[in-house]
């Protein structure tokens, strides 16, 4: 049976370490990356199933990244894991091709949920935005 795949983008190690220790216990960590520039091309280049993406990855954000993604050859799905709460955010990532908005703060108990809805092409949004 083929296991998930998924790349994770953020620009903070400890972040990233601490979402792969998460994911790793079901799901395929093909890369951890730290740096904007590579997301699109390791997404051509690794084709996973899901992308994890910050907004704040730098100089771009990581909805510009998503609708760089969404106009390239990658067709993974996308996950937002952020700390903004902001409506418009959450519109904004909706609107680049986004399944799912989870807040940082409940990366432990949301995450896998919305990697599960994902794959199931529903729309996930961790319960504290929508409360």
């Given at each position: 049976m083929h296991r998930v795949r998924i790349l994770l983008a953020d620009r903070y190690s400890p972040?990233?370490?601490?979402?792969?220790?998460?994911?790793?216990?079901?799901?395929d960590v093909v890369a951890a990356v730290k740096d904007e520039l590579t997301v699109v091309s390791e997404c051509i280049r690794l084709k996973p199933d899901i992308v994890v993406l910050d907004i704040s990855m730098g100089e771009k954000s990581g909805i510009d990244l998503a609708q760089q993604l969404r106009q390239s050859r990658c067709n993974s799905k996308i996950i937002f894991l952020t700390v903004y709460e902001d409506r418009e955010f959450?519109?904004?990532?909706?609107?680049?091709?986004?399944?799912?908005?989870?807040?940082?703060?409940?990366?432990n108990t949301d995450l896998t949920a919305a990697v599960e809805a994902v794959l199931a092409d529903r729309f996930f949004i961790s319960r504290s935005f929508v409360e």
């Open positions: 972040l990233l370490h601490q979402v792969t220790r998460v994911l790793e216990k079901n799901y959450i519109d904004a990532a909706i609107d680049a091709g986004a399944l799912a908005y989870v807040k940082k703060s409940r990366l």
